[in-house]
């Protein structure tokens, strides 16, 4: 057996192992999350209200918790607002209202929610990440 087919076989080990193993998520620390209520809300002029709880520790920029929503093609999310967050390390209630650039209807959709710090360590402003959360909800007309 020649070197490269050594080579070869031991890349393809390495390969299918790879694929094997989990993925490695960017969440910060464990203790640091957001969570989205099951239900949210739109308002007769198609206002979406989405809310839930977050907590984060220690930031050294201004941080905030933001959410989107989709329904129907997933790559297409519709931004709901953002919420100032206090990175405390205590649990702190968000909610979020917004607009979406093309309507949404009652009924199942999917939202993300991230608490996101932009922190200026470097001295240009990057953001940092410290909670995500995807989940399936129901909105309801209000």
Not at 27 to 51: F, K, M, Q, R, W
Not at 68 to 81: K, L, W
Not at 94 to 100: A, C, E, L
Request: net charge negative.
């Amino acid at each position: 057996m020649s070197l490269r087919s050594v080579l070869g076989t031991a890349a393809g080990a390495a390969l299918l192992l790879l694929a094997g193993a989990p993925a490695a998520t960017a969440s910060a620390d464990s203790y640091e999350t957001v969570t989205v209520d099951p239900t949210g809300s739109i308002a007769p002029d198609g206002t979406v209200t989405l809310s839930g709880t977050y907590r984060c520790l220690g930031n050294s920029g201004p941080a905030y918790v933001s959410s989107s929503v989709s329904q129907g093609d997933p790559a297409v999310r519709h931004g709901i607002g953002g919420t100032q967050a206090v990175c405390d390390g205590m649990e702190h209630a968000w909610k979020n209202s917004g607009k979406p650039s093309h309507p949404v209807a009652p009924g199942a959709a999917h939202v993300e929610a991230t608490v996101m710090e932009l922190s200026a360590g470097s001295g240009l402003p990057l953001p940092r990440f410290h909670a995500v959360q995807q989940q399936d909800i129901t909105l309801s007309a209000s």
